[in-house]
């Protein structure tokens, strides 16, 4: 998993949620119902992909926090 980008943007031992519970699309990330993220990336535009084994799907996370499939 490259959290490299993600850890960058973290305060020294800072702990983020970037996504959490919820169903829909269009809809702030730490709502989004998280079924297994198994790897994240930080796009040069800000925006972050995970990838979600469980739930067979591609998120993108916008620099707002809402989250694309």
């Given at each position: 998993?490259?959290?490299?980008?993600?850890?960058?943007?973290?305060?020294?031992?800072?702990?983020?949620?970037?996504?959490?519970?919820?169903?829909?699309?269009?809809?702030?990330?730490?709502?989004?119902?998280?079924?297994?993220?198994?790897?994240?990336?930080?796009?040069?535009?800000?925006?972050?992909?995970?990838?979600?084994?469980?739930?067979?799907?591609?998120?993108?996370?916008?620099r707002d926090g809402i989250l694309h499939?």
């Amino acid at each position: 998993m490259d959290l490299a980008g993600l850890l960058s943007a973290l305060p020294p031992g800072g702990i983020a949620t970037i996504a959490g519970f919820g169903y829909q699309d269009g809809i702030p990330a730490k709502e989004a119902d998280a079924g297994w993220p198994m790897g994240v990336v930080r796009r040069r535009d800000g925006d972050l992909i995970v990838n979600d084994y469980w739930g067979h799907r591609v998120w993108r996370i916008d620099r707002d926090g809402i989250l694309h499939t």
